[in-house]
């Protein structure tokens, strides 16, 4: 059975930090693409981070250069570092997982940035 598990969310400050981590059980963790995406109140789910097998990284332009994604092979996890938070990063945020045709998605996790 395939699990992604995240956490890590919850309630931050504007200009605040937040790491989220999802661990990964029944794939083959190094050979899946890995991504996060998000969904905020009344919009569609959107691509935050994506990181291939062997490292290389893609961002939007929304999160560039305050989103970091990283993964940990040993660990089966994926991490997402999210720095300068904005109150438009609200969201529910998913683990996404990928090797072909088959993907995977988590249960999600929500990140509130507010003051």
């Known amino acids: 059975q395939v699990q992604l598990v995240e956490s890590g969310g919850g309630l931050v400050q504007p200009g605040g930090s937040l790491r989220l981590s999802c661990v990964a059980s029944?794939?083959?963790?190094?050979?899946?693409?890995m991504g996060w995406y998000r969904r905020a109140p009344g919009d569609e789910r959107k691509l935050v981070a994506y990181?291939?097998?062997?490292?290389?990284?893609t961002y939007p332009d929304s999160v560039k250069g305050r989103f970091t994604i990283s993964r940990d092979n040993a660990k089966n996890t994926v991490y997402l570092q999210m720095d300068s938070l904005k109150p438009e990063d609200t969201a529910v945020y998913y683990c996404?997982?990928?090797?072909?045709?088959?993907?995977?998605w988590g249960q999600g996790t929500q990140v509130t940035v507010s003051s």
């Open positions: 996404y997982a990928i090797r072909g045709f088959d993907a995977y």
């Open positions: 990181i291939t097998t062997i490292g290389g990284t």
């Open positions: 029944g794939i083959a963790f190094s050979l899946n693409n």
